[in-house]
């Protein structure tokens, strides 16, 4: 390996800074010449990452109904905009800052303040924080899909804001700062586990039960309602593009570009692998004999958020094993939202929290200290090296996580919601036509308008029957028992509209 940048940077015969060093007066690339390298693939692992926020957009967009499809696009953006501002403003320095305390950082970076030329291992530190950044983005838009279909937009925003402030920040310090308390426990904690899913998990299983559930025109008992998603084709788009940018999240965790990160890389796309298995087999069980491309995505999606604590950390036999099992733990928590009774329809909590929880404890049995010294410098052992203690560290990493984000992240939902102006729920009207109708301006997904106006003039309720709307994505009881005379004029009525439109 080339020599650390941070040995070039102490040298006491060189004037530099805290920032690392005045580029008016010497060139700040000298420390990097050696490992440059670095730099090229931790920059590329940035870019590859990137894609997950909008994957995550069509994900989410795919799983929900029509109506309110459009919304959590521009969530998506919504919090690449929010999130981004908040990392650059304090959210980096309260997470990463040198002088941070065991469970928060400083405003010692306030507004990335001497965050210039220093090294942060190989890396110049402008390129860690913006690396970084981008499992800021991650995180929260993971956790804001835990109030679909009901939220308004701006208290979304400014929830998403504090929330990365006062939960995903100090988890981070706690997890990966090196005053942190998870981190000198330790517990492991390759690439987010703990700080990226279990937070994120729990954070919107809170926002679910705070907003409440879904409103249901025919249900006045108001159970947990559960919908067909409305279009498997961006669910998938979408689950491609995460797993595309997962290669970036874990690969780029190890902030090198050594044997280690190839490894982490192979792990990373088998357990995923496994996940689709998994997941897969017991659809086929259950479905009698037939599949999913929902459930094939889902199974992914829980194979890659198991193996992020371990991804770095375990020989690639056990990744197969922790993806497979993964997937399955949390296919067998399908009716969670039931058991809970909360209406947590994105099911985050289901395949974030709960997958992390299965993934950071697999961590402690299958770490390998030969694993993490690919990088040639990290020693981490579990129980195949007959660490025993590893498995409960873990366990509190699981447990601390879990309390201090459902009680904050609570306690933020009630206070925001009680701030006149910020309330979140939308009035019934809009929650029941839909987000799109009333918080976009005039956009709306696919077919949405033909489908309003064939709803406007009766046409799919015509004859009694059942009929898919197109926009809620279940079969809905007719609303009047027309003739067949009737049924006939409406659909004429309807044509003269979409003709006239």
Request: with cysteine; glycine share 10%.
């Amino acid at each position: 390996m080339a020599e650390l940048p941070s040995a070039v940077f102490n040298d006491s015969s060189v004037d530099w800074t805290s920032a690392g060093g005045d580029s008016r007066d010497m060139d700040v690339n000298v420390a990097y010449v050696a490992s440059g390298f670095h730099q090229v693939w931790m920059m590329a692992a940035t870019v590859f990452v990137f894609p997950i926020i909008p994957g995550l957009g069509l994900f989410y967009a795919g799983l929900c109904r029509r109506k309110s499809a459009t919304t959590l696009l521009w969530q998506s953006m919504g919090v690449l905009g929010v999130i981004s501002f908040q990392w650059f403003f304090w959210g980096y320095s309260l997470a990463y800052a040198a002088n941070a305390n065991p469970f928060i950082g400083t405003l010692t970076n306030f507004g990335m303040k001497n965050v210039v030329s220093v090294a942060i291992g190989y890396l110049p530190e402008p390129l860690f924080a913006l690396y970084q950044c981008m499992f800021a983005l991650c995180t929260v838009m993971i956790m804001i899909g835990g109030a679909f279909e009901r939220a308004r937009l701006l208290p979304s925003m400014i929830f998403a804001f504090c929330w990365a402030t006062i939960v995903y920040c100090p988890i981070v310090c706690w997890t990966w700062n090196a005053q942190g308390w998870l981190f000198n426990l330790p517990a492991l904690d390759f690439a987010g586990g703990g700080p990226v899913h279990i937070s994120s998990g729990t954070g919107a299983l809170a926002y679910a039960l705070i907003i409440g559930k879904r409103l249901e025109q025919n249900d006045p008992k108001r159970r947990v309602p559960k919908y067909v998603p409305h279009n498997p084709t961006l669910i998938f788009i979408g689950t491609w593009m995460i797993w595309f940018g997962w290669f970036g999240f874990n690969g780029g965790s190890t902030l090198n570009a050594s044997v280690r990160t190839s490894y982490v890389m192979q792990n990373t796309n088998l357990a995923a692998a496994t996940g689709v298995m998994g997941w897969s087999a017991l659809d086929y069980l259950f479905y009698r004999g037939r599949f999913s491309v929902v459930g094939a995505c889902q199974g992914c999606i829980a194979g890659l958020v198991a193996i992020t604590p371990a991804a770095g950390f375990v020989p690639v036999y056990f990744a197969a094993v922790i993806g497979f099992l993964g997937a399955v733990g949390v296919r067998l928590c399908d009716n969670i939202n039931h058991w809970l009774r909360v209406d947590e329809g994105m099911e985050v909590f289901k395949l974030h929290a709960i997958g992390g929880i299965i993934g950071a404890l697999l961590t402690g049995l299958f770490a390998a200290d030969w694993v993490s010294l690919l990088d040639g410098a990290t020693e981490a052992q579990g129980w195949v090296d007959h660490n025993y203690i590893q498995l409960g560290y873990q366990f509190a990493e699981v447990c601390a996580i879990v309390g201090y984000t459902f009680v904050v992240t609570i306690i933020l939902l009630l206070i925001i919601d009680h701030i006149p102006g910020l309330k979140f729920r939308v009035p019934e009207h809009q929650e029941i036509e839909g987000l799109d109708k009333h918080l976009l301006f005039e956009e709306g997904m696919g077919d949405y308008e033909l489908a309003e106006t064939l709803r406007a003039a009766g046409y799919l309720h015509a004859g009694g029957m059942l009929v898919n709307d197109g926009i809620t994505g279940v079969e809905l009881p007719a609303l009047s028992t027309s003739s067949a005379e009737e049924s006939k004029d409406k659909a004429a009525e309807a044509s003269g509209k979409i003709a006239s439109d």
